[in-house]
């Protein structure tokens, strides 16, 4: 996906807002704001952050929709990022029976059972209900009204029949615990969720019912999509908390990169710079938001293959030098040409000052 060329100049603005975001500065005081109206513990809420910005960053267009929302704290979460990106063309669907859970069934395991006996447990919280009237109040009370969409009712009730006023879906995060539940909402609203969307099950480790329905629907549709977890910590020990997958353009992790590592650009390259790319064609404008990147080596705008030797390569660099080109950016697919080219590294190590490196960047300012 190319954030530079897909995306109307507000999207464009909205790109750039979260390059500079900053977890310690900027997560921590809305994580603070949402926690008491979640049971989601930190790490996936986190992440839950991220696919939102991310969602923002590379334009992937559609609603945020939850299913399963309690006192609303995850959805509320997903508001207040549209808020701070001043996103007017979308909203968070919260969809929920306000009446807590249905009873479980035998196929959502043993563990459901569990949950539903133990009515004393500090985990119970009343079979999860929170009603309308409470939840809205409470969007209302922490200024995300206005980026909200409550549906009350019983999934088999209310999803399909919202479809067409939700329209396209970039997050669809489905935490409604039983096999039939998560079912329903991945036949109701699956295919509305758009090319490089997130379906995020908050569930999929906890009750078996989940992960069937999960593993049941992508089986019927002969659906290849990869599920990744997200880990949690419980006194000092690892573990697989929520999943979630991406419909198709490559998983959440590789896009996670290319957002941290655009970040880190961004923390370097003034926007509207131009720079060298050396990424083996495989990053691309995710990597360079707000910044004219000229793939290296490059025909005709377009990006032609590593170079064949370390002279093409000085002798590349410098054409683009000459022409304009500020900055030179090693992406982690060519970070190898670095140690492979050794005529590269001396001329850049001597023409140029290395302003950033770690694992997965090398950059360097060529104004010397
Ligand atoms: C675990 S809670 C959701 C937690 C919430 N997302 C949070 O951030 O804490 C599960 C919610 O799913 C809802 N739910 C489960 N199955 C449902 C169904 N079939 N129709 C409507 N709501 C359902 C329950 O009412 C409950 O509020």
Request: glycine share 8%.
């Amino acid at each position: 996906m190319s954030a530079e060329t897909k995306q109307s100049p507000a999207a464009q603005a909205r790109s750039e807002m979260f390059l500079d975001w900053d977890d310690a500065r900027d997560l921590a005081p809305i994580l603070e704001k949402v926690r008491p109206f979640t049971m989601v513990p930190a790490e996936s809420l986190i992440d839950l952050s991220r696919v939102a910005r991310a969602a923002l960053t590379y334009g992937i267009p559609g609603a945020f929709v939850e299913c399963g929302v309690w006192r609303g704290g995850s959805s509320f979460l997903m508001a207040e990022t549209l808020k701070r990106a001043g996103a007017r063309d979308r909203k968070v669907w919260l969809f929920d029976s306000y009446e807590g859970l249905p009873a479980p069934k035998e196929i959502d395991g043993a563990k459901a059972f569990e949950y539903a006996r133990n009515t004393d447990s500090p985990w119970y919280h009343d079979n999860c209900s929170a009603s309308l009237e409470i939840v809205q109040r409470a969007a209302d009370e922490l200024g995300l009204g206005s980026y909200t969409e409550f549906v009350k009712g019983w999934f088999d009730q209310t999803l399909a029949l919202n479809r067409d006023r939700i329209g396209p879906i970039a997050i669809l995060r489905i935490d409604a615990d039983w096999y039939d539940s998560v079912l329903c909402c991945l036949e109701s609203l699956y295919d509305q969720v758009v090319e490089g969307g997130f379906v995020i099950f908050d569930d999929y480790y906890t009750f078996d019912g989940c992960a069937i329905a999960v593993h049941e629907f992508l089986g019927k549709r002969g659906l290849s999509h990869q599920i990744e977890n997200v880990i949690g910590r419980w006194e000092g020990a690892e573990y697989c908390q929520s999943a979630l997958f991406r419909k198709g353009g490559g998983t959440w992790r590789w896009l996670d990169q290319c957002y941290r590592t655009a970040q880190e650009v961004a923390s370097v390259i003034p926007p509207g710079e131009t720079l060298i790319l050396a990424d083996d064609g495989a990053l691309g404008a995710d990597l360079t938001i707000g910044r004219r990147a000229i793939p290296f080596i490059e025909r005709d705008g377009q990006y032609w293959g590593p170079p064949p030797d370390g002279e093409t390569a000085v002798r590349e660099l410098e054409r683009l030098r000459a022409a304009g080109a500020n900055f030179m950016v090693f992406g982690w697919p060519a970070l190898w040409w670095l140690d492979h080219y050794g005529e590269l590294r001396e001329h850049l190590n001597s023409t140029a000052r290395r302003i950033l490196e770690n694992g997965r960047l090398a950059i360097f300012d060529l104004r010397f």
